[in-house]
């Protein structure tokens, strides 16, 4: 069985069937395309980039209900199998491109999108680069749409995991603690046997690896929550 990347640990099947499954989340629920519209209200979306995109279903409302082009990328090598499949049945000249990358090192001009879209994906990243390379791809006054995993989302697993004698589960959850605790602590994110690469992010760490990258958090989304908040972040429209 070969997984499909580092820290997502699931066979190519497993994957292709957890990505269809948000999207038909998606599909079924249209409230949360029609949140990404009005907190981009007023801005003029003609490129939209889903990065570490599964299945690619954030970029439904600009491709679909507007006419953006969008591009999904993601690491793994299943990128885009379920995605072009799913956008040719939903709209015929669906205008969408995949294209297997790692967020840390996007294949793309600098200021080529109006939106970037990263659900719950950051936390698998190199941060840093990842974060880096999202406001480099946004045009100045481009937003980008990030939901993470915060701490709370461990410590849930965390508690769950006990309650249910799942030690790898706990143990799993214990690491990525570390890992975010020592990030927040020394503002560098460990990469350790020990500590692995994941780790959750707060609104504080993520205001403090903003701030350098011409972008803040301007608001959040209706879907967030205390386990998974979801931002709103502007890149500025200042060149310096
Ligand atoms: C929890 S899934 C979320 C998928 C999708 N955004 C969604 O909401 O359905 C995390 C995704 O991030 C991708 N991923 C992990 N590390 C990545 C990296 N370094 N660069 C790009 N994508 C990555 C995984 O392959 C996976 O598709």
């Known amino acids: 069985m070969s997984k499909v990347d580092r820290f997502f640990k699931i066979s190519a099947t497993e994957y292709d069937n957890y990505v269809r499954a948000e ?14 519209l009005a907190a981009l209200e007023g801005l003029v979306v003609e490129r ?11 970029l439904i409302p600009f491709v679909v209900k507007g006419s953006a082009f969008g591009v999904g990328v993601d690491v ?14 939903l709209l015929d000249e669906a205008r ?6 790692a967020a840390e090192a996007l294949p793309f001009q600098t200021g080529s999108f109006d939106v ?3 659900r719950l994906a950051l936390p698998y990243t ?24 915060h701490a709370a989302y461990y410590l849930r697993k965390a508690e769950s995991g006990l309650r249910a004698a799942d030690a790898r589960s706990v143990i799993h959850a214990l690491r990525v603690l570390t890992s975010g605790v020592l990030y927040y602590a020394t503002n560098r994110q460990p ?28 608001s959040e989304l209706p879907d967030s929550n205390p386990a998974t908040p979801s931002f709103v972040i502007r890149k500025s429209t200042r060149r310096d």
Not at 23 to 36: G, I, L, T
Not at 129 to 144: D, I, T
Not at 191 to 218: D, V, W, Y
Request: hydrophobic fraction near 35%; glycine fraction near 12%; aromatic fraction near 4%.
């Open 23 to 36: 999207w038909q989340q998606y599909v079924d629920h249209p409230a949360r395309a029609n949140e990404s």
């Open 48 to 58: 939209a980039l889903d990065i570490g995109c599964g299945s690619g279903q954030e």
């Open 76 to 89: 793994v090598p299943e990128t885009g199998r379920v995605g072009r499949e799913l956008f040719s049945e």
């Open 96 to 101: 969408v491109s995949f294209v297997r990358s």
């Open 116 to 118: 970037a879209v990263c």
């Open 126 to 149: 190199e941060n840093d680069r990842a974060l880096s390379e999202m406001a480099r791809v946004l045009r100045p006054g481009g937003v980008l749409l990030l939901k993470i995993h």
């Open 191 to 218: 990469r350790t046997r020990l500590t692995g690469g994941e780790t959750f992010q707060t609104r504080g760490l993520l205001r403090r690896k903003l701030a350098p990258l011409g972008m803040s958090i301007e």
